[in-house]
Nanobody, 115 residues
Framework: QVQLVESGGGLVQPGGSLILSCAAS????????MGWYRQAPGKQRELVAS???????NYADSVKGRFTISRDNAKNTVYLQMNSLKPEDTAVYYC?????????WGQGTQVTVSS
């Protein structure tokens, strides 16, 4: 069993920054793939950024150069630093852990970019 708890969402003005945190507990290891996804109203959930099991990072084209995913294995926490936020980044952001045979999801945290 793995539990994921996201935090750090909120309301921010266009051009601003936020950092999201995902604290993981349970049977999770630093070699497990993990990622951040988002879902805007009326749209499908999409990948934002992720770590592969080999430690490589992937980013959606829409966030490259603005968002950075990082990981503190000692704290079992994954972060998403979001800079230069745009209104189109508004969504519920979910943390996910991809273990062999099962995907775990957090409850989500709302990010709203608006003036």
């Amino acid at each position: 069993q793995v539990q994921l708890v996201e935090s750090g969402g909120g309301l921010v003005q266009p051009g601003g920054s936020l950092i999201l945190s995902c604290a993981a507990s349970g049977s999770i290891f630093s070699t497990n793939a993990m990622g951040w996804y988002r879902q805007a109203p009326g749209k499908q959930r999409e990948l934002v950024a992720s770590f592969t099991s080999g430690g490589m990072t992937n980013y959606a084209d829409s966030v490259k150069g603005r968002f950075t995913i990082s990981r503190d294995n000692a704290k079992n926490t994954v972060y998403l630093q979001m800079n230069s936020l745009k209104p189109e980044d508004t969504a519920v952001y979910y943390c996910a852990a991809h273990l062999p045979g099962y995907n775990y999801w957090g409850q989500g945290t709302q990010v709203t970019v608006s003036s």
